[in-house]
């Protein structure tokens, strides 16, 4: 059951001419319709996105075209795990559909061999111009763990960079996850047990 609201993000394509600010103003009204006051009371205005990248004049076919890549239930687990929206193939490792998901399958495979849970979900949520995640989020043995999920912020580089850098991912051989899916070979960085 939610107990809070940490961050929120929100993309919206608006008017030239509009501030960020002017965004910001103009979607509040919607926020607070659509998420229950007592969830929102502690939301740090530093956490509240409004179009974090900029301005957003331009959408639709004209301003988000391109390839999206394979379906991601082939690539990972099939039906066994929740996903988010974002494909891996045909996205370069700088786009955290690919790299944030490599390195929440990471931890958690760390987590279950450290003996910490004999089983986990790890869910890093992100936002496009924001450096660290806006979630971190770590259910495992039935019950959320926030323990686990404070030490991976503390201890672990969550950042594109970080994860990049983490496992040489510039310097992956990407073919090696064109067959058979991007988990569960031991030649893959992400696939190590070394965290713990």
Known sequence: KPSAVTSVVISTQHADGLSPADVKEIVNPAL?????EELLKNLDDKEYYVNPTGNFVIGGPDGDTGLTGRKIIVDTYGGAAPHGGGAFSGKD???VDRSGAYMARYLAKNIVS????SNATVQLSYAIGVVEPTSVYVYADGKVRPDLANWIKENVDLSPKGIIDKFSLFELDLTKTTLYGHFGRDNLPYERLDLF
């Not at 607070?32 to 229950?36: D, H, L, T």
């Open 32 to 36: 607070k319709e659509s998420i229950p």
């Open 93 to 95: 490792c700088t786009k």
């Open 114 to 117: 450290s003996g910490r849970a």
